[in-house]
C-alpha cells in the first residue's frame, strides 16, 4: 500500500473514484476547481492511496485555522473493507492535528448513513447540539 498527498494531476481518477464508490458530487469540471483550491491550502493533510499501483482510496483533510474538516473519504469497491480508509483517516488526522486542529469534524449525508459505524470506531461521534448548514454562492 502506497500513500502520498494527492496531487491535482491525478484529478480525472481521482474523481472517477469517487464517483465509483459512490459519493454525491458535482460534475468534474467544479469538483476539480474546487479541489485545486483545497489542496493550495491543504496540500499537507489529503492523500491518495494506491493498492498495486491502482488509486485505492482518497481523502481531503482540510484546517481552517481552528477546527480540521474531512472530505471525500472515498476507496474503490474493490478495496472496501481491508483497512485503506482506516489508514487514510489515520493520515489526514495526523497532519491535522500537526496543523494545530484540536476537533476534526465531518458530515454524512442521509443517503449514506451507514459509514458512521466506520466513523463511530475511529472514535467520531454525533453532535447532537448542531445542524449543517449550507448557502450556494454560485
Known amino acids: ?3 502520498k498527498k494527492m496531487s491535482i494531476k491525478n484529478f480525472n481518477s481521482i474523481h472517477n473514484l469517487w464517483k465509483e464508490a459512490g459519493l454525491s458530487i458535482p460534475e468534474i469540471q467544479k469538483e476539480k476547481e474546487e479541489a485545486k483550491l483545497i489542496l493550495r491550502l ?3 493533510s489529503s492523500f491518495e492511496a494506491y493498492n498495486k499501483g491502482k488509486l485505492a482510496g482518497t481523502i481531503l483533510g482540510i484546517f481552517n ?6 472530505y471525500h473519504l472515498a476507496v474503490h469497491p474493490d ?4 483497512g485503506i480508509g482506516s489508514l487514510l483517516l ?3 488526522e495526523e497532519a491535522l492535528k500537526k496543523l494545530g486542529a484540536k476537533r476534526i469534524l465531518l458530515w454524512v449525508r442521509k443517503d449514506n448513513l451507514g459509514v458512521t459505524n466506520f466513523y463511530q470506531k475511529h472514535g467520531y461521534f454525533s453532535v447532537e447540539d ?3 448548514l449550507g448557502k450556494d454562492l454560485i
Open 90 to 92: 489515520q493520515k489526514a
Open 130 to 132: 448542531a445542524i449543517v
Open 42 to 44: 491543504n496540500s499537507s
Open 1 to 3: 500500500m502506497l500513500v
Open 79 to 82: 478495496f472496501q473493507k481491508k
Open 65 to 70: 485555522g481552528r477546527r480540521g474538516w474531512i
